[in-house]
């Protein structure tokens, strides 16, 4: 018998966040090089500029689902938006660049925005301290659900109304 060196598939913290900072960068690219994105008007253009958070607001209800702040009725919620960014049965689907991360982020940041609006001090202290993104998490999370509400008003108002009783609960 052989004793060959132990190998572990466990990754340090600095390649988590090495392998996290070039999927950003690699959306950021893709949307500055697609003729998709570059067609939108309207609230869908401005829509399309916030799927390049769509990896932060990922990264922070990961951080938030595993942080014993939550209260775990909260950690539901993140459970059920993170369960349809990683379905590949959505509304639009994710094979359509740029229009089809669309519904996983406002999905996750409805989410989000429910978790922070409802919280107690301690779960926004730590999303703050989660949020990899470039701007402030609160406002960043605001101006998306602004547009995305913007957006969605130009539906059905049917549609509207079972979307905010499914991200209610």
Request: without cysteine.
């Amino acid at each position: 018998m052989t004793n060959l060196p132990e190998t572990t598939t466990q990754k340090s913290p600095q390649q988590w966040e090495d392998a996290y900072t070039r999927l950003r960068q690699r959306i950021r690219g893709q949307l500055r090089g697609n003729s998709v994105h570059e067609k939108l008007r309207g609230p869908l253009a401005a829509l399309g500029e916030y799927v390049a958070v769509l990896p932060d607001l990922f990264h922070l209800a990961i951080r938030m689902l595993f942080d014993p702040v939550m209260p775990v009725q909260r950690k539901a919620l993140i459970v059920a938006a993170l369960t349809y960014v990683v379905s590949p049965v959505d509304l639009i689907p994710d094979i359509i660049p740029v229009l089809g991360q669309m519904d996983d982020l406002v999905v996750l940041t409805k989410a989000l925005k429910l978790l922070l609006d409802d919280s107690d001090p301690e779960v926004r202290a730590a999303a703050e301290k989660y949020w990899a993104g470039d701007k402030d998490l609160l406002l960043t999370i605001t101006e998306i659900v602004e547009v995305a509400d913007q957006l969605i008003a130009d539906f059905p108002a049917g549609f509207k109304n079972v979307l905010d009783k499914v991200l209610a609960k």
